[in-house]
Nanobody, 123 residues
Framework: VQLQAFGGGLVQAGGSLRLSCVAS????????MGWFRQAPGKERDVVAA????????YFADSVKGRATISRDNAKNTVYLQMNNLKPEDTAVYYC?????????????????WGQGTLVTVSS
């Protein structure tokens, strides 16, 4: 499956962004999906993940209460809504697809990665 992420940009602290990731090539609903981010000089970490049906979700502690993950299997798209953005949210955000059942927070469980979209939060 091929993934392409959209929606990054420059936003002021306290603002919101919605990232989208469109999948093509394989049956999207067969995959659990995740959003990860990587700040300069840091490791890539999970932000949020969602099961194939959308029934199970995971959020990193750093974004709980500020992030929502959702998917539309009819549109082959997964979304990450981020509110009350903070400068520490600045990173390249990646979407990824996992063939595993359920929700995974581990990078190694994800087989397919998008190209990333940069989110910059100014203070």
């Amino acid at each position: 499956v091929q993934l392409q992420a959209f929606g990054g940009g420059l936003v002021q602290a306290g603002g919101s962004l919605r990232l989208s990731c469109v999948a093509s090539g394989r049956t999207f609903s067969n995959y659990a999906m995740g959003w990860f981010r990587q700040a300069p000089g840091k490791e890539r970490d999970v932000v949020a993940a969602i099961s194939w049906s959308g029934g199970s979700k995971y959020f990193a502690d750093s974004v709980k209460g500020r992030a929502t993950i959702s998917r539309d299997n009819a549109k082959n798209t997964v979304y990450l809504q981020m509110n009350n953005l903070k400068p520490e949210d600045t990173a390249v955000y990646y979407c990824a697809a996992s063939g595993r059942v359920g929700v995974s927070r581990s990078l190694k469980d994800y087989d397919h990665w998008g190209q990333g979209t940069l989110v910059t939060v100014s203070s």
